[in-house]
């Protein structure tokens, strides 16, 4: 294994911006809608032939809608439309799965149980389509299905952790819907957060209303973070111009024509960090079996907050890249970047561990706990 040592940790940095992408922001949607067409597929798999088949629905597209919202009330004129793409095995043996079913059937589950006010304003499509013979080869063996990478770091830095904490703040602010978005800027010990909030109209009875739930989001956030930075500003709904609000029907931007796309948002760790190294690989929709798309970016995950918490460490990064059709416990990289002193041999048994942990992985991820 590969270790080597930073010179300075990240919060030493002189500026910092994070991201936070909310339940009901498009491209959340679709990664909701991918991970939960994956589960019901698994399930399915699991239930009628006791194997996870291959499948990868991390092809799922958002295609907004347009609305008409007004104090009170409003009405959504055409419902945005959820695409899901990808491969899945339809057929085990002669026997036939049900799969544009499962996925309509998942899809239209999570949409309601996400947006509340969504109703019956959507479409679901599904498009699925079949995988190559290949693949399929792989599927429901301990072998990598395809060559990618996986990135993890730990601990979350002072600024990462309030724009998770601030979503949830948001979304329970009465009047707000799913679709919240966190965008953070840190200057020295200073910070800005630019926030973002889909206010439902029929909780709304007029302008001054409006304004009201701008104000208690606002004070609500600054009452949670600003005591721990010598400065903190917050904005919200910054593009409010004259009788142009971010008022909606439903909860969410989709319905007025904001697109989203699965692997557009939130990496693994639920947050966007340009200034961490990241992947751009969609984890959402992709088999918990054989595909390291996902898993591996669950392993450094995991592998990275361990070795974050041992004596002497204060800053963890764990890269690894898979060799397709090569084991999954063995890939072509496995190395670690760390700030402090660790014993090396283990913070190599940590990765170590976690790569042994992939078999179990693929449960934790039927029951949602991913």
Known sequence: MLIEKISRPYGACGFEIVEKKGLGHPDTLCDGVSDAVSRSLCQYYMDHFGRIMHHNVDKVLLIGGRSSPRFGGGEVLRPLAVIIGGRATDDVGGAKVPVQDIAREAAEKFLRATLKNIGHDFIVEPRIGVGSAELRGLAGKALANDTSIGIGFA??????????????????VKGVGEDVKVMGIRRGGAVHFTLAAAIVSKYVKDREQYEDIKVAIEGEVLKQVAAGWDDAAVAVN??????????????????MGDDGETGRGNRFNGLITPGRPMTMEATAGKNPVSHVGKIYNVVADRAAREIAGLDGVEEAYVYLVSKIGAPLDEPQIKAARIYGDADEKKVESIVDYWLEQIPGLAEDFIKGKF
């Open 155 to 172: 601990p979350l830095s002072h600024l990462e952790e309030d724009a998770l904490r601030i979503e949830p703040l948001m979304r329970s």
């Open 238 to 255: 910054a593009a409010d111009r004259g009788e142009d609000i971010y008022l909606t029907v439903t909860g969410t931007s989709a319905e």
